[in-house]
């Protein structure tokens, strides 16, 4: 599974940015995908994460703030953040869990896309 995360930027606080990440390669298995964010000093951090068959999960800080939605047809995930904060300010990883069985085994791959810089300016 390839990840090409797309999106990011610099805007100010109050402001919004939307994230996409296109899935390719095996991705006939992919589980859930999700966003993930690491500041500066920080460790990384779920942000947000879409299961396979829609339902969400957000960080505490975001929700209310961020959408996460998928286009099955074009593979692709997006991350809507809305409403930005100085402390939204991280790089920002796309990720995917891939699951599928091998002669009656669960085997379980991860992936991450490179990632993309969300700067919020005060």
């Known amino acids: 599974v390839q990840l090409q995360a797309s999106g990011g930027g610099l805007v100010q606080a109050g402001g919004s940015l939307r994230l996409s990440c296109a899935a390719s390669g095996s991705i006939f298995s992919i589980n859930a995908m999700g966003w993930y964010r690491q500041a500066p000093g920080k460790q990384r951090e779920l942000v947000a994460a879409?299961?396979?068959?829609?339902?969400?999960n957000y960080a505490d800080s975001v929700k209310g703030r961020f959408t996460i939605s998928r286009d099955n047809a074009k593979n692709t995930v997006y991350l809507q953040m809305n409403s930005l904060k100085p402390e939204d300010t991280a790089v920002y990883y796309c990720?995917?869990?891939?699951?599928?069985?091998?002669?009656?085994?669960?085997?379980?791959?991860?992936?991450w896309g490179q990632g993309t810089q969300v700067t919020v300016s005060s």
């Open positions: 990720n995917a869990d891939r699951r599928w069985v091998v002669e009656g085994t669960v085997l379980q791959g991860n992936y």
């Open positions: 879409i299961t396979s068959g829609g339902s969400t």
